[in-house]
């Protein structure tokens, strides 16, 4: 009797217990949870840790001249996935051109004909513990590559894959290889994404696309990524690879980067402050002060010396 009697109590506690985390569960509570691990991040020793993951590199050319960089991911055997010591590489990349003074543009590309496969499987594999620090350091390098005061260019050729989707995204424009494909796989491989896409992705094509894109692990071919409105422009199939770099500097140098470097970066800063500051009289004050640094300046003193018809 007294064994039946502890076993009623045991199951009365057991069904009250689930019916108590029934109740207090919710994807916000969930959601805030996750939240607190990823919070205030400590970037340093992150850094400090993701360098441990050798393999690849992440390099840097600028053009004084021309003002346009290029920045390539370079790990071609692993399809330019990127490892913890590539995702370093990129942070110290962009701090230099944070710095660049005359800059006007930035293609960013990978080597070996495939622009990037995601994260490095096998680093992938070793950081299962440390996915909120990994997540918080893509954040800070992918925010900050977003908001370069430089028009800002994605090659893509061959596959464009999971992080390297995203990290396609924190680029203002994408220009896509004739045969090439790209796909938010993440979904597939047991993830959601991770260094910003859904953010970026809710920004540039709207609430409706951005979860059919991430929902479905669809891979696109460049005809049905234009489709989406998530490429730019298609490069013509008849160029050979080797001749793609060139042919996506033109199309930036002639479409975005004609003008002076100041001016441009005043243009794309003004975009980034107005994207960061919604209040109106905020982004319109960001918005006087560029404009009055340029106003009775050289530049346009030059201009209406010319009197340039815009026809
Ligand atoms: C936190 C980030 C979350 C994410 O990024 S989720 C997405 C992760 N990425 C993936 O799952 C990509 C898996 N790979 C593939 O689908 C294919 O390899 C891919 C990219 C379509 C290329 O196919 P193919 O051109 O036929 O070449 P392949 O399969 O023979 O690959 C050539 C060598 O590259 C390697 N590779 C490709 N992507 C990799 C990756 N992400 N991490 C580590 N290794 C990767 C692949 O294992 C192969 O190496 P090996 O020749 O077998 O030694």
Redesign the pocket.
Known sequence: MIKINILIATLINMATRLFKSILTWSPQSSVSRFLSVINQPDLLAIRKDLQKFEGGSVDLHTDEETGIAVMTLNNP???N?LTGKMMVDMADRVSQLEKWANGRGLIVLGTGG?FC??????F?QKALHYGGE?AAFQHDTLTRLHNLPLVSVALLQ??T????AELSTACDFRVMSSTARIGF??IK?G?TA??GATTRLVHLLGRHKALGLLSSAKVFSAEEALGEGLVDHILPYSLAQSEELDECKKWLSSNYCAYDADLIQGVKSSVVYSELNPDINTSLKFEREVFTKFWGGPLQKAALAAKIKHK
């Open positions: 055997e692993k399809r996935s495939h496969s995601g994260g490095d499987l096998t992938v990994m061959g596959h894959l999971g992080g390297g796989v993440q491989m993830v991770g260094w």
